[in-house]
């Protein structure tokens, strides 16, 4: 020891947890300011028109302009698109949120946190308008945190761990940190999420907090609870969940009985679920003609549906005959859930093309996600002598879907994964020859963005080489048309 001068030196692991701490070391940014939540009127409703910054008449301009195009948004929701309102948005000076009034940020946050889709994009959109908010020192009100937790847990087809993760840390910061209590929206995103992830100890979990915090269930509750049975492959559960929604005096609809229908195929009780099928469709003739693309159109009719339910259960006298006014005839999706089950799963080509007939018969337009079911059916169950699923049968769908495209049905796209896999099942099912001819008919139609184009070109060439979903990195496990890869999510 004496050969070193020792000079309160301290321990190693105090000078390790040093430099470990960009804090001490002095490298680490200041905090900036806090994303705040509050309801309360003073912070709601900052700016008012006397308060947000004088500017100039080109601004002025700007801001009216803006707030014309919001309006329309929120008048006709499918007339046009989000990109122009946030375009517009940027051109603003900084702090741009500084220039809107309440109102108007309060309309600016609703149309950007209701996209007809929610996707990367618009979820990366949505948040550097929080940023914004955050920037300039304004608070968000407790309806724009739910927003982003449905973003953050609905950006992708698939939810995963990473997205369960999120909702609970915003969750948490909503509630810790900026002390703003959860309402009914907040837990249904929270017990969706964690049923999907099939996480169903937390989803139990929730469920009883939202129990111990008295909130009372709505038709969204109830719905999410039908799904988290089929989930747990819980047919029982499922029937019970109906009967209590039922017996709630909730309105029951197609949607309503498509979760049920979902839930029952995936319990592999295909009989019950085409009794239910049969009943919807029995009731088609007398049913209104209710355009479901519409996204817009869709909300509205949920907010109606709850609207006939709180009139049912003040006056009961009412509900039976609000009932019979329900849409409950089969509709795009229900039989999207029918063509993925015998298709891919089941492998029943005659079952198949008897839902498709119907779907035919009843005048509901095709859509790409049948396509895509169709060519995952090929793709699991074609490729050998005397298959149902035939070369034949596979070149009569292809024709099919271009000559759909060509006719430029209202919602058609033929985006990059549907593509991938038609050249699966091309491969599986043909030559390398008819897989080439393949991608030539469908680059002329496809509606993939030129950045994405070179990913799908990787993807031919892999699959022409036989390499395609033979990765070494990842966990081919289950049958070949539903693989994940390491970090959950599914190619």
Excluded at 158 to 164: F, I, L
Aim: include cysteine; glycine fraction near 6%; hydrophobic fraction near 35%.
């Amino acid at each position: 020891m004496d050969l070193v001068p020792q000079e309160d030196a301290g321990t190693v692991e105090e000078h390790l947890e040093y430099y470990r701490d960009p804090y001490r070391r002095g490298y680490a940014h200041a905090d900036g300011q806090r994303v705040q939540v509050s309801e309360n009127k003073r912070d709601v409703e900052y700016p008012t028109a006397e308060e947000t910054f004088k500017t100039d008449d080109e601004t002025k301009r700007l801001i009216a302009k803006l707030c014309h195009a919001i309006s329309y948004k929120l008048r006709h929701p499918y007339r046009t698109n989000l990109e122009p309102i946030y375009d517009m948005y940027l051109q603003l000076p900084e702090p741009r949120m500084l220039y809107l009034t309440w109102p108007w940020r309060n309309r600016l946050l609703k149309v950007m946190g209701t996209p007809p889709k929610r996707n990367s994009e618009s979820m990366l959109r949505y948040f550097a308008l929080v940023s914004d908010v955050k920037n300039a020192g304004l608070t968000l009100r407790r309806a724009h945190w739910n927003y982003a937790l449905a973003f953050a847990t609905k950006y992708s087809a698939r939810v995963t761990s990473t997205e369960m993760d999120t909702a609970l840390r915003l969750w948490k910061e909503m509630e810790r940190s900026a002390n703003v209590k959860g309402n009914e929206v907040t837990f249904n995103i929270l017990f969706d999420v964690a049923s999907k992830t099939g996480n169903f100890t937390l989803a139990d979990m929730i469920y009883k907090e939202m129990e111990s915090r008295g909130f009372e269930y709505n038709r969204y509750h109830h719905v999410s609870l039908i799904h988290y049975f089929g989930l747990k492959m819980d047919s029982s559960g499922i029937r019970a969940a109906y009967k209590d929604m039922v017996e709630a005096g909730e309105m029951i609809d197609t949607v309503v009985l498509n979760c049920v229908i979902s839930g029952l195929l995936r319990c592999g009780e295909e009989s019950a679920a085409e009794v239910t099928y049969e009943r919807m469709k029995s009731g088609h003739e007398m049913a209104p003609n209710i355009p479901d693309r519409d996204y817009g159109m869709g909300r509205v009719i949920t907010k109606v549906l709850m609207m006939f339910t709180r009139i049912g259960k003040k006056h009961p006298e009412l509900q039976k005959p609000l009932q019979t006014q329900m849409q409950l005839s089969p509709n795009l999706h229900t039989y999207k859930l029918f063509v993925e089950h015998y298709s891919v799963k089941v492998g029943d080509l005659a079952k198949v093309a008897q839902f498709l007939d119907e779907m035919k018969f009843l005048k509901i337009p095709i859509h790409a996600t049948i396509f895509l079911s169709l060519f995952k059916g090929f793709y699991s169950h074609g490729g050998f002598a005397g298959s149902e699923w035939s070369e034949q049968r596979l070149d009569g769908v292809l024709k099919a879907m271009c000559q759909a495209r060509d006719e430029s049905i209202r919602g058609f796209s033929i985006d990059r994964w549907l593509v991938i896999w038609a050249l699966r099942a091309t491969k599986k099912c043909c030559s390398n020859e008819t897989v080439i001819e393949v991608y030539d008919e469908m680059e002329k139609r496809w509606d993939i963005p030129l950045d994405r184009q070179p990913f799908i070109e990787s993807i031919l060439q892999s699959i022409l080489d036989g390499a395609d979903m033979k990765s070494s990195t990842g966990q081919w496990e289950g049958p070949s048309y539903r693989r994940y890869k390491k970090d959950g999510t599914r190619l």
